[in-house]
T-cell receptor
Framework: SQQGEEDPQALSIQEGENATMNCSYK?????LQWYRQNSGRGLVHLIL?????REKHSGRLRVTLDTSKKSSSLLITASRAADTASYFC???????????FGTGTRLKVLA | AAGVIQSPRHLIKEKRETATLKCYPI?????VYWYQQGPGQDPQFLIS???????DKGSIPDRFSAQQFSDYHSELNMSSLELGDSALYFC????????????FGEGSRLTVL
């Protein structure tokens, strides 16, 4: 990966369970974003957290950011089969406008 | 609402041929990004443009070039194609004055035979 790693790389859970994905990055950032990608499709923006924020919520999504550890986590609560997708974090290094993506977590939610 | 439009959606080329991908950003977006995504891989940043000028460069091979035109659409030109160039190529756009969210097109799938 150009910027960081995500873990786990694959996650399989039952519908209704929570899914937690982690992302680490290497440089100082302006913000960190999470994206979702269905197989072979374009990436869809889920949530953005700024470097001066520690936690953010959007519907069933909760994102945390720890700039001292250069890491973030994405929690999806009460997962649904439709949440099955790959999830990527993306960061823009301070002083640039380019967004670098992590390796991604493939989430499978079983009905 | 208008989205990012990419064309063609699918492209098949032979080794050593040339390919051109086009991207039409969301109206009033001033920044365009190009990413390459191989099978099972993360999107790799290639290049970006802001107000028709190259702003950042990533792991773009010398065989590739890109530009942004006066109407803000962008083209990615790929020459001397290699088998390893087979991938999904995504274009994304944003307005630099906005939050930072990238809006992605559906991608162009290039297959090199």
């Amino acid at each position: 990966s150009q910027q960081g790693e995500e873990d786990p790389q694959a996650l399989s859970i039952q519908e209704g369970e929570n899914a937690t994905m982690n992302c680490s990055y290497k440089t100082s950032i302006n913000n960190l974003q999470w994206y979702r990608q269905n197989s072979g499709r374009g990436l869809v923006h889920l949530i953005l957290i700024r470097s001066n924020e520690r936690e953010k919520h959007s519907g069933r999504l909760r994102v945390t950011l720890d700039t001292s550890k250069k890491s973030s986590s994405l929690l999806i609560t009460a997962s649904r089969a439709a949440d099955t997708a790959s999830y990527f974090c993306a960061t823009d290094a301070s002083g640039t406008y380019k967004y670098i993506f992590g390796t991604g977590t493939r989430l499978k939610v079983l009905a | 609402a208008a989205g990012v439009i990419q064309s063609p959606r699918h492209l098949i080329k032979e080794k050593r041929e040339t390919a051109t991908l086009k991207c039409y950003p969301i109206p009033r977006h001033d920044t365009v990004y190009w990413y390459q995504q191989g099978p099972g891989q993360d999107p790799q940043f290639l290049i970006s443009f802001y107000e028709k000028m190259q702003s950042d460069k990533g792991s773009i091979p010398d065989r590739f070039s890109a530009q942004q035109f006066s109407d803000y659409h962008s083209e990615l030109n790929m020459s001397s194609l290699e088998l390893g160039d087979s991938a999904l190529y995504f274009c994304a756009s944003r307005s630099r004055g906005d939050s930072g969210e990238l809006f992605f097109g559906e991608g162009s799938r290039l297959t090199v035979l």
